[in-house]
Nanobody
């Protein structure tokens, strides 16, 4: 059974930083895509960043380019999202997702429970 455990959410003032981490287990993909989505009330779900392990593909939403960095720790088998220069509009529940391909991450991926990120002005 695929399990995703997110950690690192919290509250921070605008301009601050937070780091999210996601530990994935129980999957059998040889290659896979790991990503972060976010959802806030009144807004559409947004894919924030994703990375394909087995290639060089990395994706960032325009809204976070230059501020967020996604990375994979092979030793710990975690995917991390370093968020800098946070803005109030980054406030959302952040979800870790895993799938065999980045193209199907949202529709066919396994989702974590989510972690709240709150940025105050």
């Amino acid at each position: 059974q695929v399990q995703l455990m997110e950690s690192g959410g919290g509250a921070v003032q605008a301009g601050g930083s937070l780091s999210l981490s996601c530990a994935a287990s129980g999957y059998t993909y040889r290659y896979h895509c790991l990503g972060w989505f976010r959802q806030s009330p009144g807004k559409e779900r947004e894919e924030v960043a994703s990375i394909f392990l087995g290639g060089t593909y990395v994706y960032y939403a325009d809204s976070v380019k230059g501020r967020f960095t996604i990375s994979h720790d092979y030793d710990k088998n975690t995917v991390n999202l370093q968020m800098n220069s946070l803005k109030p509009e980054d406030t959302a529940i952040y979800y870790c997702v895993i799938s065999s391909a980045c193209a199907s991450l949202a529709e066919e991926g396994y989702w974590g429970q989510g972690t709240q990120v709150t940025v105050s002005s």
